[in-house]
């Protein structure tokens, strides 16, 4: 995927600049009981895509859908 790799940007012959692109960490999603699957997939999504680790925390009332 060309917008995760970054880009590098020639200047002169004997130098370049590059972007590169890290995950932040990981990113924590709490879901709500009425909705447990949107929520998780909504939430775990972007982070994901990002190359970021995910952990969510359904509902203690949610069906194991979520899980």
């Given at each position: 995927?060309?917008?995760?790799?970054?880009?590098?940007?020639?200047?002169?012959?004997?130098s370049?600049?590059?972007?590169?692109?890290?995950?932040?960490?990981?990113?924590?999603?709490?879901?709500?009981?009425?909705?447990?699957?949107?929520i998780?997939?909504?939430?775990?999504?972007?982070?994901?895509?990002?190359?970021?680790?995910?952990?969510?925390?359904?509902?203690?009332?949610?069906p194991?859908?979520?899980?």
């Open positions: 995927i060309p917008s995760l790799e970054g880009s590098q940007i020639p200047l002169r012959e004997t370049f600049v590059y972007t590169r692109r890290e995950p932040l960490g990981v990113v924590a999603g709490i879901g709500a009981w009425n909705y447990p699957i949107q998780a997939l909504w939430k775990s999504a972007p982070a994901l895509a990002a190359g970021n680790a995910m952990i969510f925390k359904p509902s203690e009332v949610t194991l859908t979520a899980l």
